[in-house]
Nanobody
Framework: QVQLVESGGGLVQAGGSLRLSCHAS????????MAWYRQAPGKQRELVAAVTSGGSTNYADSVKGRFTISRDNDKNTVSLLMNSLKPEDTAVYYC?????????WGQGTQVTVSS
């Protein structure tokens, strides 16, 4: 089986930065897309940023210019650098990986941005 383990969440003041990391371990053949999603209380889970195995990236409009996603294919990791954080970024952030032929989720890490 495959596990995704996230780290790096926490409490930060508005305008601050955090870096989330996610490591995939287990029986991994090939990882296609990796991504970060988030879910705020009372809201649906939404895509924050995604990166393909080739390095192409995609961002939600709300985080463009502030967040940067990156991955290390050799280490099976994906990271999310979050700058200029806003209170509306507060949510549980989930790591996602499409590891052929299945899709996997991490357990989630809380990010809280205080005003």
């Amino acid at each position: 089986q495959v596990q995704l383990v996230e780290s790096g969440g926490g409490l930060v003041q508005a305008g601050g930065s955090l870096r989330l990391s996610c490591h995939a371990s287990g029986r991994i053949s090939s990882i296609n897309a990796m991504a970060w999603y988030r879910q705020a209380p009372g809201k649906q889970r939404e895509l924050v940023a995604a990166v393909t195995s080739g390095g192409s990236t995609n961002y939600a409009d709300s985080v463009k210019g502030r967040f940067t996603i990156s991955r290390d294919n050799d280490k099976n990791t994906v990271s999310l650098l979050m700058n200029s954080l806003k209170p509306e970024d507060t949510a549980v952030y989930y790591c996602y990986a499409h590891i052929v032929p299945f899709r996997y989720w991490g357990q989630g890490t809380q990010v809280t941005v205080s005003s």
